[in-house]
């Protein structure tokens, strides 16, 4: 089979254009794979859940007797460990859940901090 003169360099322009398509929209045009996607909305998921239950710790630590002794532990520990000491309160407990949650804690602490100030 005979291929006209102009079909190479046209496939190859072709071909090179589709590539350079698919390089720029995932780099800048925003294109996702599902994959991509999936993750991205499970980060959005988790921070959104975090910030809803950031009150509830906040509830938590205004109703715990000894809240005045544990918010001076937390005031006087490091703060790379205070999210570990929130979470032993029992303030950064999910409603429902058995175990703290570390994403939650950093939350309450830092709305415990912009509360404060």
Do not use: H
Not at 47 to 73: G, I, N, Y
């Amino acid at each position: 089979m005979n291929m006209p003169e102009w079909f190479k360099p046209g496939a190859y322009g072709a071909v090179f254009g589709a590539a350079m398509l698919a390089v720029i929209g995932f780099n800048w045009g925003g294109w996702q794979t599902a994959s991509g996607a999936e993750k991205q909305a499970a980060i959005r998921s988790t921070a959104d859940v975090t910030a809803a239950l950031v009150p509830v710790c906040l509830e938590r630590s205004r109703s715990d007797p000894a809240s005045v002794a544990k918010l001076e532990t937390l005031r006087a520990a490091a703060p790379s460990g205070q999210p570990d000491l929130l979470m032993q309160t029992g303030w950064a407990t999910p409603p429902g859940g058995d175990k703290a949650d570390r994403s939650l804690a950093r939350a309450c602490l830092q709305a415990m901090t912009v509360a404060s100030q």
